[in-house]
């Protein structure tokens, strides 16, 4: 069974830099696309960033300059570098993938069917 596990958030000032890992599990099967979201409580969920199997990088406009995504495909891990945050940057933070998929890795949820359970990011002024 395939899963999909986040680690690395937690609490910085603003300003600071966490890094958040997420280590796919149960398949060596390489994703077409892996992607970074973030949701925080009564809105919907927000595409950060997200990488295809070619190295492709799409990043959302309010990260841009700030996060960095890498993919290691030995470990079937994906990364989210994330610099100079901000206290609206404060989200839960899910790593999400597809198998399979035609176009460039999109930034919408609904393009995902493999989740992990999310890690939560506090940005404090």
């Known amino acids: 069974q395939v899963q999909l596990v986040e680690s690395g958030g937690g609490s910085v000032q603003a300003g600071g830099s966490l890094r958040l890992s997420c280590a796919r599990t149960?398949?060596?099967?390489?994703?077409?696309?892996m992607a970074w979201f973030r949701q925080t409580p009564g809105k919907e969920r927000e595409g950060v960033g997200s990488?295809?199997?070619?190295?492709?990088?799409n990043y959302a406009d309010s990260v841009k300059g700030r996060f960095t995504i890498s993919r290691e495909y030995a470990k079937n891990t994906l990364y989210l570098e994330m610099n100079n945050l901000k206290p609206e940057d404060t989200a839960t933070y899910y790593c999400?993938?597809?198998?399979?998929?035609?176009?460039?890795?999109?930034?919408?949820?609904?393009?995902?069917?493999?989740w992990g359970q999310g890690t939560q990011v506090t940005v404090s002024s």
């Open positions: 999400a993938a597809i198998n399979v998929y035609a176009g460039p890795c999109e930034l919408a949820a609904s393009g995902y069917n493999q």
């Open positions: 149960g398949s060596n099967f390489a994703p077409a696309c």
């Open positions: 990488a295809d199997r070619d190295g492709i990088i």
